[in-house]
């Protein structure tokens, strides 16, 4: 009897020695676990693998196959109209098109994952305006005064206005801040996790 007791206290000894480093193990276990499906779920969300640490350690270094990460594209419509007046005779352009704006990331500069036991961050830049695409331009006014002429010249500069019309209405619209809100959810709802998952936005710039 003396002798199962010994071996029962002996165990329970070793149990609670080892108790620390097989729950280290079992952490750090979990930890890259979760580092694999971060970078599966970047893979699928972004095709791109980021650099990614636990507990400042290390696990994968960044690959951008990829440059941009398009989140969001929102149709703008713009107006703009040209009058000059020249010796009493105006001339009249008014113009109506319809662009598609996308709004996403620069890939370009550093995205980073940090795995913790308590959270999970990420940095990446802050999201802008990526890319205006021309769909269609409307001539709503065309107008020549009897010797003040519209020129071609007058038309290109008009066609030139439209694109920075919409990026400005874009960025006034919040686009950007939308972009980086829909990624948010997009990353809760492909990773399930019981740490908290924050974006943190570096301090870049955005286009206005």
């Keep these: 009897m003396a002798l199962i007791i010994a071996i029962v206290v002996v165990i329970i000894f070793v149990r609670l020695e080892t108790w620390p480093a097989r729950t280290a193990?079992?952490?750090?276990?979990?930890?890259?676990?979760?580092?694999?499906?971060?970078?599966?779920?970047?893979?699928?969300?972004a095709h791109l693998q980021p650099r990614i640490t636990i507990?400042?350690?290390?696990?994968?270094?960044?690959t951008t196959p990829v440059s941009e990460l398009v989140v969001l594209s929102r149709r703008i419509e713009v107006e703009h109209e040209f009058l000059h007046t020249w010796i009493g005779s105006s001339k009249r352009?008014?113009?109506?098109?319809?662009?598609?704006?996308?709004?996403g990331?620069?890939?370009?500069?550093?995205?980073?994952?940090?795995?913790?036991?308590?959270?999970?961050?990420?940095q990446l830049p802050h999201a802008q305006i990526l890319g205006i695409?021309?769909?269609?331009?409307?001539?709503?006014?065309?107008e020549n005064g009897l010797w003040?002429?519209?020129?071609?010249?007058?038309?290109?500069?008009?066609l030139s206005i439209l694109?920075?019309?919409?990026?400005?209405?874009?960025?006034?619209?919040?686009?950007?801040?939308?972009?980086?809100?829909?990624?948010?959810?997009?990353?809760?709802?492909?990773?399930?996790?019981r740490q908290p998952l924050r974006l943190i936005f570096k301090d870049e710039k955005k286009s206005e």
């Design 148 to 158: 003040n002429r519209i020129s071609g010249e007058d038309v290109q500069s008009e």
């Design 163 to 193: 694109p920075q019309l919409a990026r400005e209405k874009a960025a006034e619209s919040g686009l950007p801040a939308e972009a980086e809100r829909a990624l948010q959810r997009q990353l809760d709802e492909r990773i399930r996790t």
């Design 133 to 142: 695409e021309q769909n269609q331009v409307d001539v709503l006014t065309f």
């Design 55 to 62: 507990n400042n350690r290390v696990y994968m270094e960044q």
């Design 105 to 122: 990331f620069d890939l370009r500069q550093n995205l980073s994952v940090d795995i913790r036991p308590g959270e999970i961050i990420i």
């Design 93 to 103: 352009v008014k113009l109506h098109a319809t662009f598609t704006v996308k709004a």
């Design 25 to 45: 193990r079992q952490s750090t276990a979990e930890l890259e676990k979760l580092g694999k499906d971060l970078r599966s779920a970047f893979i699928d969300i």
